[in-house]
């Protein structure tokens, strides 16, 4: 998955490739960092590169002056309230594919077939046929080069075919889904 965040002034780009167990690739602004979480909840132990760092994250829902402040879904930051070491940041995450161009994206009549952008396995759904989808909504999760690839809908509708499970495997081209 990639993200941007923003923490006061500055912003990251960040890419997360999940490794089972707790283990994650994490890139940051290109630096690559291995990761080992411990901990559910609010209270995480997070080992980076092997050195540990107790850190408590708790996401603002959105109450007076939160994070949703009546923007439409797509252009809401989720933010949270992280404590690395004593420390305490605010965090905004964004998801760039939900956010580029999310107001100038024209309306789109008729089906929309989506398709694989690259070889890779299906590692999840996250619809099912016949439900309502927002555009930007992810559908489909793909496993490409050792990276989880969030596939949304791309306009608002119903999703009517999904040509997939997880575990298949499917080849650059490969009709994934059709939204109408």
């Given at each position: 998955m990639r993200y941007v965040a923003r923490v006061g002034e500055r912003e990251f780009?960040?890419?997360?490739?999940?490794?089972?167990?707790?283990?994650?690739?994490?890139?940051?602004?290109?630096?690559?960092?291995?990761?080992?979480?411990?901990?559910?909840?609010?209270?995480?132990?997070?080992?980076?590169?092997?050195?540990?760092?107790?850190?408590?994250?708790?996401?603002?829902?959105?109450?007076?002056?939160?994070?949703?402040?009546?923007?439409?879904?797509?252009?809401?930051?989720?933010?949270?309230?992280?404590?690395?070491?004593?420390?305490?940041?605010?965090?905004?995450?964004?998801?760039?594919?939900?956010?580029?161009?999310?107001a100038a994206r024209p309306a789109v009549e008729g089906p929309i077939e989506v398709r694989a952008i690259m070889p890779g396995k299906i590692a999840a759904l996250l619809m099912g046929e016949g439900q309502a989808v927002r555009s930007g909504q992810g559908v489909i999760v793909v496993e490409a080069m050792k990276m989880e690839n969030e596939l949304a809908a791309p306009k608002d509708g119903r999703i009517t075919r999904i040509r997939v499970r997880p575990g298949d495997t499917v080849e650059a081209g490969a009709a994934l889904f059709t939204v109408e």
């Open positions: 780009r960040i890419e997360v490739a999940p490794r089972g167990g707790g283990r994650f690739t994490i890139s940051l602004d290109g630096k690559t960092r291995e990761i080992e979480r411990r901990g559910d909840g609010v209270l995480h132990l997070l080992s980076i590169d092997g050195g540990a760092r107790e850190v408590t994250v708790v996401r603002d829902t959105g109450g007076p002056g939160g994070a949703g402040n009546g923007r439409p879904a797509a252009q809401r930051e989720a933010v949270y309230c992280v404590t690395v070491a004593g420390r305490p940041y605010e965090v905004r995450l964004l998801d760039p594919l939900r956010c580029q161009g999310a």
